[in-house]
């Protein structure tokens, strides 16, 4: 998966610092004509950071652009089209607390976990690029 990012230090921040991803990369702006011009971007500069999702091989791909006009968006996850991604988490209390103290956006109605069953519950919380993220706790019944 990848995502075209804002700002690379508070997504660095949101993916390291809040949910354990070990991003690698380059910080440094560099200018690869052939990812440029795939991306539509030809006269940009881009860098890009790389983690794996702990638990898995699943990677995602983290890219900045620099030198291009671009447009923030953010689609509510019922919008047909909205991008989300759904991560299994050890510590769903504790991360949900640190990320309510980074000022991290809940969407899910009334800023409260869902639960699905007693072993399952879920909450959405949106990453600093406006990405739609699924935190779910599973424990054995």
Known sequence: MGLS?????????FWHG???FELKGNMEFSSNPVILD???APHAKNREMVATVPGTKAL????EY???????FHLRVPDPGSPAIALRVKDFDGLLKRMREA???VTSARGEPVQFSPASRDIFVVDPNGLNVELLETKAP
């Open 5 to 13: 990012v804002g700002d690379m230090e508070s997504t660095i921040r």
């Open 60 to 63: 995602i791909a983290f890219y």
């Open 38 to 40: 795939l991306t539509g």
């Open 66 to 72: 620099q030198g291009i006009e671009r447009t923030p």
């Open 103 to 105: 000022g991290v956006q």
């Open 18 to 20: 809040l949910l354990g």
